[in-house]
């Protein structure tokens, strides 16, 4: 069965770090395009980044760009998030998310892990 | 980029039918979406994929109930016999060669 585990949320104060882990298993990791996608308290779906299955290219919605960095251990087949400055509009659920392709490119999304909560407030 | 636009809202009665849209910004019809249904405190989950021939797949487990069709630069996801467990919000999802790209979601509400 696949499955991803998303772990790392907590409270953070603004202008500090974080970094989000996503364990996957039950698939070849390192085939897919896997992204991370997150949804502040009652609002939609936002796309944050992707990362492709080889690691080497990755992607990023203005918001967060330079700011987060997406990356991957097909070793250890987790994703990761490092989140840096972060601010009140970064509050929300982070899901990861696996590509539904095995080309190793953006896709779209076939399996949604269950997210992590991630708080920045003082 | 493209653009997905969706109805903020939908509602039927139990038992009946209802069809939710997804439309693509112009320049971007042809392009294939993906259907995900997002019950209240749950995680996403993916349904279907809607192609431009109107062709779809769904995903493992997703009822018979659930279809997907289109037409030019309309997506459609129709839901049969609605029962009480479908209503949530529904999402459209598409891609380019650097970006994803979600609808705002129509939240469904079953009467």
């Known amino acids: 069965e696949v499955q991803l585990l998303e772990s790392g949320g907590g409270l953070v104060q603004p202008g500090g770090s974080l970094r989000l882990s996503c364990a996957a298993s039950?698939?070849?990791?390192?085939?897919?395009?896997m992204s991370w996608v997150r949804q502040g308290p009652g609002k939609g779906l936002e796309w944050v980044s992707a990362?492709?299955?080889?690691?080497?290219?990755?992607n990023y919605a203005d918001s967060v760009k330079g700011r987060f960095t997406i990356s991957r251990d097909n070793s250890k087949n987790t994703l990761y998030l490092q989140m840096i400055s972060l601010t009140a509009d970064d509050t929300a659920v982070y899901y990861c998310?696996?590509?539904?392709?095995?080309?190793?490119?953006?896709?779209?999304?076939?399996?949604w892990g269950k997210g992590t909560t991630v708080t920045v407030s003082s | 980029q493209p653009v997905l636009t969706q109805s903020s809202s939908a509602s039927a009665s139990l038992g009946s039918s209802v069809k939710l849209t997804c439309t693509l910004s112009s320049g971007h019809s042809s392009y294939i979406i993906a259907w995900h249904q997002q019950q209240p405190g749950k995680a996403p989950r993916y349904l279907m994929k809607v192609e431009s021939s109107g062709s779809y797949n769904k995903g493992s487990g997703v009822p018979d109930r659930f279809s997907g069709s289109s037409s030019g630069a309309d997506r459609y996801l129709t839901i049969s016999n609605l029962q009480s467990e479908d209503e949530a919000d529904y999402y459209c999802?598409?891609?380019?060669?650097?970006?994803?790209?979600f609808g705002g979601g129509t939240k469904l509400t079953v009467l």
């Open positions: 998310a696996k590509a539904a392709a095995s080309s190793g490119g953006i896709y779209y999304m076939d399996v």
């Open positions: 990362v492709r299955g080889s690691g080497g290219v990755t």
């Open positions: 999802e598409t891609w380019d060669t650097n970006t994803q790209v």
């Open positions: 039950g698939f070849t990791f390192s085939s897919y395009a």
